[in-house]
């Protein structure tokens, strides 16, 4: 799009109070983070959610939003952990997945107080805002109005050679390291009045965790290419002048998005902030165009499994690679190194008979005692338990155990059946864990598994509790809608883990869910797992085996489509918790 010299003019301030008012929200973690609304005084339907750039802060918004303002919408300007009048370390949070989850917090926080749905949020979002915006839409897929991206932070120009691998080494001497930002005003805008305003501004902090500048970067590369199956209608602009990010990540990013409706801006002349540039009429001018013209957001599509990217990418990694290929020759390294010293490692060597997506070696990899043949196989069993897959399914244990405990409180709350149902729990450890707390001290659960072997272990986990009592390993089959039906008594909680993402098909997950919708009464709570995301999704398909024996090859299944399918079953979402790798996602969902 050219650079236009002539803008149209700015909506009446009127619509909107001269000054926002600040507010508090509560994180997941319990942290009290600030923002700031714009309402009009005449009421509103919608929303814009604005999230503010590195380093900066809410107030930065207060000249760009008489330019934003649309009829019936409030616009929320959030302030990051570690920003302005925020708490917290300045440009530092507990990692950068910390963000993202303060994202969902304030978005639940918007449709409760504010009574807007997420269906009439659109999101409005800078630098490494745009960023956080990116990675909660590709995780959580929330169904936005619309999402803009701004001059998004997918890669940062880091002038120093080496410096990514050199702040990588330093976060192993020093995790907390901190890094000072090089920008000045000058980089940022063109316009001298605000190059002294920015460089005055003693609110902005030019402190980054060095933590937080290599996991922007991570969780940038893997939204950029999944960013696929992301579907809300999107609007990212590019500076022609920008000498912060790199545009050609964005230029990827735009090629790769699954938006059916989609518009890229490059503004020629324009530098890193869009919204502090002389080009700010017309960006503020685009942004409220593209948002009027949208209608309320949709939910993704719940057909994944019959074309889209995973389908794709699922149907490649079923054909065999050349035997004579790097890649071929790699993988076939691999294979027999775990058929000859991988059986050192307990942990490879239970993989290697059970299958490695089996209870059995889930159960291991949740004990993360390395185990094998002295000092060599126990190094080796190390190195296989920290896989980055088995560090996030160790995490997806801890988030069940939070969603579980959250649902056990609603479940009592309600007067619901204090009973628990896995309908593929394999040994049912985490609920046994659930068992043994004070939170679950009045439940009792019925684990159901197609494992003999895994269901033993179960009992004998139960037994050394002390909890054989209160919990019954039974054998079911978690896609027969007849064989669910038998599950008694009735729950007032069903959990499926880890079991659908091992099933490429969407339609036994249908018969699946639609028999837990009917199992369980009113208010009754769903607990479910997904795994939208996996670096390590080639080397399984082409190194590892399954349960049965064969290639353990995965489809993917995005979130959004999980999302669907659980709606279209009769259930409303109610929660999500997400791992710090982006892999491995719990949700909670409700009968209503």
């Known amino acids: 799009m050219p650079y236009m010299q002539s803008m149209d003019s ?95 917090t304030f978005a639940d926080h918007i449709s409760e107080t504010h009574g807007v749905p997420r269906e009439r949020m659109s999101v409005v979002a800078h630098s490494v ?42 976060l192993k001497v020093k995790p907390d390291a901190t890094i000072k930002s090089y920008v000045n005003g000058a980089w940022l805008t063109r316009d001298g009045v605000e190059q002294r305003a920015y460089d005055a501004d003693k609110t902005i902090s030019k402190d980054i965790s060095a933590r937080i500048l290599v996991e922007l970067f991570d969780s940038a590369q ?3 290419a999944d960013a696929a199956v992301m579907t809300q209608p999107l609007l990212l602009f590019s500076a022609g002048d920008d000498s912060v990010v790199k545009n050609s990540a964005h230029e990827r990013f735009f090629l790769r998005s699954g938006a059916t409706v989609n518009e890229h801006v490059a503004l020629p002349h324009a530098r890193h902030a869009v919204f502090h540039d002389l080009c700010r009429e017309e960006v503020c001018a685009s942004i409220r165009r593209f948002v009027q013209a949208q209608p309320d957001g949709t939910p993704a599509s719940s057909r994944g499994d019959e074309r889209g990217a995973t389908k794709y990418e699922y149907d490649t990694l079923r054909q065999p690679l050349p035997k004579f290929s790097p890649k071929g020759l790699s993988f076939a390294v691999q294979r027999l190194s775990m058929k000859t010293m991988g059986k050192l490692s307990e942990g490879i060597s239970t993989g290697l008979r059970t299958g490695f997506d089996s209870g059995e070696s889930l159960d291991y990899v949740y004990r993360n005692e390395a185990r094998g043949f002295p000092v060599i196989g126990q190094m080796i069993d190390r190195g296989y338990l920290n896989a980055i897959g088995w560090r996030g399914i160790r995490q997806r244990r801890e988030m069940l155990r939070a969603a579980l405990q959250r649902a056990a409180a609603a479940v009592r709350k309600d007067g619901l059946p204090r009973q628990v149902a896995d309908i593929a729990g394999g040994a049912g450890r985490y609920l046994l864990d659930l068992l043994a707390s004070p939170e679950g001290d009045d439940f009792s659960a019925t684990c159901r598994d197609r494992s003999e072997t895994a269901l033993a272990c179960g009992r004998t986990s139960a037994e050394a509790l002390g909890l054989e009592m209160r919990i019954t390993h039974e054998k079911g089959d978690a896609f027969d809608p007849a064989s669910i039906a038998t599950i008694a008594p009735q729950p007032g909680i069903a959990v499926v883990s880890g079991l659908y993402e091992l099933f490429p098909a969407n339609e036994p997950l249908r018969r699946s869910l639609g028999a837990l919708h009917a199992l369980l009464p009113r208010n009754g709570w769903l607990l479910y797992t997904c795994q939208p995301w996996h670096p390590q999704v080639e080397m399984i398909a082409r190194v590892l085996t399954n349960r049965d024996g064969e290639p353990w090859i995965m489809r993917r299944r995005a979130q959004g489509e999980m999302d669907s399918l659980v709606r279209e079953a009769g259930f409303t979402k109610a929660a999500q918790w997400t791992d710090d790798f982006g892999i491995f996602t719990v949700a909670t969902a409700r009968k209503l």
């Open 10 to 104: 700015a909506p009446s301030p009127q619509m909107i109070p001269p000054t926002g008012t600040r507010a508090t929200f509560t994180a997941s973690d319990g942290e009290t983070l600030q923002y700031k609304i714009w309402a009009p005084v005449s009421g509103f339907k919608r929303a814009m959610v604005l999230l503010h750039r590195g380093h900066e802060h809410a107030d930065r918004w207060d000249s760009v939003v008489p330019h934003l303002a649309l009829p019936d919408t409030a616009i929320f300007a959030w302030e990051a952990r570690g920003h302005g009048q925020s708490p917290g370390r300045r440009g530092h949070a507990p990692g950068f997945m910390a963000y993202v989850r303060d994202l969902e």
């Open 222 to 224: 893997r939204v950029i």
């Open 129 to 170: 805002g745009a960023v956080v915006a990116a990675v909660w839409a590709h995780d959580y897929a929330p169904p936005l109005a619309a999402l803009v991206l701004a001059t998004p932070a997918f890669e940062v120009k880091l002038y120093v050679p080496g410096a990514l691998a050199a702040t990588r080494l330093l």
